[in-house]
């Protein structure tokens, strides 16, 4: 079956950087479209980050745009998500996602699949 294991969160201060880090399997990684997303204390979900099959192509949210960067390596099955210059609105527990196809969108319902996620906290 389809598993998503996420890991890397934690806590860091505000401008701090975190590497987080999407194991999968169940699946064949590098024919689909992979993405994060992450949902705030309180607040739905929200589509971070995309990156195509052979990552060509990465998209970001404006709220990450230059700060956030993803990647893949389809060797390993494994996405990645660079955090750097964090900020307290950056508090979310981070889930990477799979997609139905080789399309990258910001559209959640695009993604069958979802990680448990791991817990990013940005403080001082």
């Known amino acids: 079956q389809v598993q998503l294991v996420e890991s890397g969160g934690g806590l860091a201060q505000p401008g701090g950087s975190l590497r987080l880090a999407c194991v999968a399997s169940?699946?064949?990684?590098?024919?689909?479209?992979m993405s994060w997303g992450r949902q705030a204390p309180g607040k739905g979900y929200e589509w971070v980050s995309g990156i195509s099959t052979d990552s060509k192509q990465a998209y970001y949210a404006d709220s990450v745009k230059g700060r956030f960067t993803i990647s893949r390596d389809n060797a390993k099955n494994t996405l990645y998500l660079q955090l750097n210059d964090l900020k307290p609105e950056d508090t979310a527990l981070y889930c990477c996602?799979?997609?139905?196809?080789?399309?990258?969108?910001?559209?959640?319902?695009?993604?069958?699949?979802w990680g448990q996620g791991t817990q990013v906290t940005v403080s001082s």
């Open positions: 996602a799979k997609a139905r196809g080789v399309t990258v969108t910001a559209v959640l319902g695009q993604y069958d699949y």
């Open positions: 169940g699946f064949t990684f590098s024919n689909y479209a």
